[in-house]
Nanobody, 124 residues
Framework: QVQLAESGGGLVQAGGSLRLSCAAS????????MAWFRQAPGNEREFVAA????????RYADSVKGRFTISRDNAKNTVYLEMNSLKPEDTADYYC?????????????????WGQGTQVTVSS
């Protein structure tokens, strides 16, 4: 089992920045590809970004490419999502996820472990 705990959400004005963190515990962190998803009210959960076990490969949704950066610190068992130039449409609950697959999946079904989420609200 892997336990994931997100933090760093909050209220920010459009154009602002936030950094989300996800602390992992339970199993060897470097065994897992890590990702961020988000879910806005009334919408399905959607892929945001993923990062490989060693951190050298990343993948982003087109909607956040160039604005968001995913990174990980394997010494701290933590994955981050740096969000810049935030837009009101980025408002959602953000979830951290983990999978022991080798590739960087983009669908919820391919992730085995999930955090409880952290809320991000971007005001216009």
């Amino acid at each position: 089992q892997v336990q994931l705990a997100e933090s760093g959400g909050g209220l920010v004005q459009a154009g602002g920045s936030l950094r989300l963190s996800c602390a992992a515990s339970g199993r060897t962190f470097t065994n897992y590809v890590m990702a961020w998803f988000r879910q806005a009210p009334g919408n399905e959960r959607e892929f945001v970004a993923a990062i490989s076990r060693g951190g050298s490969n990343t993948r982003y949704a087109d909607s956040v490419k160039g604005r968001f950066t995913i990174s990980r610190d394997n010494a701290k068992n933590t994955v981050y999502l740096e969000m810049n130039s935030l837009k009101p449409e980025d408002t959602a609950d953000y979830y951290c996820a983990a999978t022991n697959r080798i590739v960087l999946p983009t669908t919820t079904q391919q992730y085995d472990y999930w955090g409880q989420g952290t809320q991000v609200t971007v005001s216009s």
